[in-house]
């Protein structure tokens, strides 16, 4: 094998795919589609389908690892159902494949979850005729990578391409009759584990292969249903949008002073629903004159007047909508975050999680003692006097709470891309705490 090149290990998953992108564009020419391989490929794929301006989904496959060793690839199972075995391993090993029944049992369901997760209702990719990559961050053994080149082989594509940043020797030789073209950066001798040809190898959530999906626009309409409301709230009427998911787990009402119709929010908002929560996008500021809300923020005013506005949203999705006896959480943001606290103290019994972005949350202090539902503080900077404002009134609240600082958030609003942490941050604490009602 050739020699590591100088400009190895890779900084990060999305640089892997960048520098893939030229090598593998010759082999991307009839219809093609990028099928990563979750979670680690996701994000090496998405760069590269981006590059090539290719279609993107995933591929859901899971190893089968030895029991008690599970690095120990032996097998691999392929989301049509196959179960693949690497035989000569389990004899060098001297293991039946009857011991494995039990860990094939569990990574099975594991694969079903996952595949629910990532794709919910939403069919199998469309393959027959189409020039096809397989894309993860790295092949050590081959087994996972042999199983899902199978399972698209019988599919009928027009060619099936492996590729990836980095792979062992004995990885690439297994492979090679695998794929109709394989392309690896680097086959290095001295390979030892992929994740020591990267800076950059944070484990990823399946939050974070959700956030990946829907920004590269993996969220079809025709799995939601989507509608414009109106809600009346006391003398005025809140324009909102509600989409609900085929597969309901959950909602999620997310609130703005103004802005909900702002591509990012909506990005966030798609994470959610591919995970299974409805939401409700709601602006609760009205048309009032600008200066008129500031002077009411600035002396708490209008923590409540937004606070009853979002009780109101809140009463409406429990009567009016399929959502009715599902979990609710409430996700707060800018002028809105001390109103999502306002109203969490005033319905406990509704509000499972809640989640607040920015804002003057200390504006809702009369109503901080009594937040029962567990509360995510996530902050838009490191500025030492934000942080104490937070942190005070986080020491307010009586139910469980954590502050966090979103990594890049400080531009959300300004245009940057890196909302994808927002979103995870939130969907993790949601998952994390709607349970389901037993009422």
């Known amino acids: 094998m050739n020699p590591v090149p100088v400009s190895l290990p890779f900084t990060d998953r999305s640089e892997a795919g960048r520098r893939l992108a030229e090598r593998v564009r010759a082999y991307a020419v009839n219809d093609p589609i990028v099928l990563a391989l979750p979670r680690g490929g996701v994000p090496v794929g998405a760069e590269l389908a981006r590059r090539l301006d290719a279609d993107f989904d995933v591929l859901v496959v899971r190893k089968i690892g030895l029991p008690g060793r599970p690095e120990t690839g032996v097998g691999a199972i392929s989301e049509d159902g196959h179960v693949y075995f690497d035989d000569l391993a389990l004899a060098r090993l001297r293991v039946p494949r009857q011991a494995l029944d039990d860990t094939v049992k569990e990574e099975r369901a594991e694969l079903d979850r996952r595949r629910r997760v990532y794709r919910g209702e939403r069919s199998a990719p469309r393959i027959a005729g189409r020039d096809c990559v397989v894309v993860d961050d790295g092949v050590a053994t ?111 009402v ?131 006097f934000v942080r104490e404002l937070n942190e005070w009134a986080r020491g307010r609240m009586s139910a469980q709470t954590d502050l966090r600082v979103v990594s890049g958030a400080e531009q959300l609003l300004q245009g940057a891309q890196d909302w994808r942490h927002m979103a995870v941050e939130a969907l993790d604490w949601f998952d994390q705490h709607l349970a389901p009602r037993t009422d």
């Open 142 to 252: 081959g087994g996972t990578a042999r199983a899902a080149l199978r399972m698209v082989r019988q599919a009928g594509p027009s060619q099936v391409v492996l590729a990836v940043p980095v792979a062992s020797p004995e990885a690439v030789e297994l492979l090679r009759e695998e794929a109709d073209a394989l392309v690896v950066l680097s086959a290095p001798d001295n390979f030892h584990a992929v994740g020591e040809w990267y800076r950059d190898f944070d484990q990823l959530s399946d939050a974070d292969v959700m956030a990946i999906l829907a920004e590269r626009g993996r969220v079809r309409p025709e799995e939601n249903t989507a509608r414009a409301v109106r809600i009346r709230a006391g003398q005025v009427y809140l324009d909102g949008d509600l989409t609900m998911p085929s597969a309901l787990r959950g909602a999620v």
């Open 254 to 384: 997310m609130a703005f002073g103004e802005g909900r119709t702002d591509p990012r929010w909506r990005a966030i908002a798609s994470v959610f629903q591919r995970a299974g929560y409805a939401t409700l996008l709601l602006d609760l500021w009205t048309e009032a004159s600008a200066e008129d809300q500031a002077e009411a923020e600035a002396d708490g005013d209008d923590a409540r007047a937004m606070g009853e506005r979002l009780n109101a949203a809140v009463t409406w999705m429990r009567r009016a909508t399929d959502a009715a006896t599902e979990p609710l959480g409430v996700f707060g943001a800018g002028a809105a975050a001390p109103a999502a606290l306002v109203t969490a103290a005033e319905r406990p019994q509704d509000l499972g999680a809640v989640v607040v972005y920015g804002g003057r949350i200390d504006l809702a202090e009369a109503s901080l003692p009594q937040v029962r539902a567990p509360a995510l503080i996530l902050l838009e900077s490191r500025d030492s």
